[in-house]
C-alpha cells in the first residue's frame, strides 16, 4: 500500500511506539492524527512531530467517534486507524489483585481497542484497515508471570481481533495484529523488568510495521520478537 498522502489515526501516539509509528508515517508522506488521553502530552507530542492532535479516553467509546468525526471533518476519510493505547500492571503471585486496577487495564487494552476497531468499521466507508497492537504474551503468556492479567487482556484482544477478521473477510476493510516483544517504552515504569536493557527500541519495530504495510499483502499478524529470542 502506498503511504502518502494517506489519512492516519494513530490512538496512543503521545509517546513509546505510538509515536514511533507517527514519526515513520509522517516520514512517509502520510497526514496524521495522534490521540490520547492526557491533553498536554498529545499536544507537546504533535508540536513537535508536525502532527495533528486530539485528546480521547479510550474507555469511552462516544470520545473515540468524536474523534472520528474531528478527522472526517478535517481530512475527509480514515484509511489507517491503529489502536495503540495500552497499561501494563503486574500483581505479585502473594497479593490480592487490586480489581479496580485489573478493571482498568482491561478497559483500557482490551475495550479501548474494541470501541477503536468498532469506530473506525463505521467511518472507513472507503476501505481501509486497522491495526490492533497486541503484544507477543498473547502468543506465548508462559513467561508472563506477575504479569498474567497484561496477558490475559491482549489474549481477550486476540480473539476478538480474530473473530472480527472473520466477519469482515469480504469488507474492505484489512484487518490486521501486530505482536510486538520487549519494547523500551515508558510502558515499564511501574515495574522495570529485568531484561529491560535488552528490549527493542520501539522505532526498529515501528520500522517492520510500515515495511509490512508497504507490501502489496502485508502479513495479517505481525510478530516482531526481540533479535536475541528469535532462535
Ligand atoms: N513496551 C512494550 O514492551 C510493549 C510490548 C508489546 C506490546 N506493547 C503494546 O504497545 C502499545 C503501546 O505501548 P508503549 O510501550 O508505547 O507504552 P507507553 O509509552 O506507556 O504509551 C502508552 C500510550 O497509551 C496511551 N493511553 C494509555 N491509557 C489511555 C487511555 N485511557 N486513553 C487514551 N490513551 C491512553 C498513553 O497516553 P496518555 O499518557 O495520554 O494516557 C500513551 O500514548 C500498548 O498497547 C502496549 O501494550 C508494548
Not at 73 to 94: H, P, Q, R, T, Y
Not at 98 to 112: I, P, R, S
Not at 122 to 136: F, P, T
Amino acid at each position: 500500500m502506498e503511504l502518502r498522502n494517506k489519512v492516519v489515526v494513530i490512538i496512543g501516539g503521545s509517546q513509546g511506539f505510538g509515536k514511533a509509528l507517527a514519526e515513520l508515517f509522517i516520514k512517509e508522506g502520510s497526514q496524521v492524527v495522534i490521540v490520547s488521553k492526557t491533553k498536554a502530552s498529545i499536544e507537546k507530542t504533535a508540536r513537535e512531530i508536525y502532527a495533528t492532535a486530539f485528546v480521547a479516553d479510550v474507555r469511552n467509546e462516544l470520545e473515540l467517534q468524536n474523534v472520528a468525526r474531528k478527522v472526517i471533518d478535517s481530512f475527509g476519510e480514515i484509511d489507517i486507524w491503529i489502536n495503540c493505547a495500552g497499561l501494563f500492571m503486574v500483581f505479585s503471585k502473594d497479593d490480592l489483585i487490586d480489581l479496580n486496577k485489573a478493571h482498568t487495564m482491561f478497559d483500557v487494552n482490551f475495550f479501548g481497542s474494541v470501541f477503536g476497531s468498532r469506530t473506525a468499521l463505521v467511518y472507513m466507508k472507503n476501505g481501509g484497515v486497522i491495526i490492533n497492537v497486541l503484544s507477543s504474551a498473547a502468543l506465548d503468556a508462559t513467561r508472563a508471570k506477575n504479569a498474567k492479567l497484561y496477558a490475559a487482556s491482549k489474549w481477550a484482544l486476540r480473539g476478538y481481533v480474530e473473530a472480527l477478521r472473520g466477519e469482515n473477510k469480504d469488507s474492505n476493510v484489512k484487518i490486521l495484529s501486530v505482536y510486538p516483544g520487549g519494547m523500551k517504552t515508558h510502558l515499564h515504569d511501574e515495574a522495570i523488568p529485568s531484561e529491560f536493557e535488552n528490549f527493542m527500541n520501539p522505532v526498529d519495530v515501528a520500522e517492520k510495521v510500515i515495511e509490512n504495510l508497504k507490501q502489496n499483502s502485508p502479513v495479517s499478524d505481525l510478530v516482531i520478537k526481540r533479535p536475541s529470542l528469535n532462535s
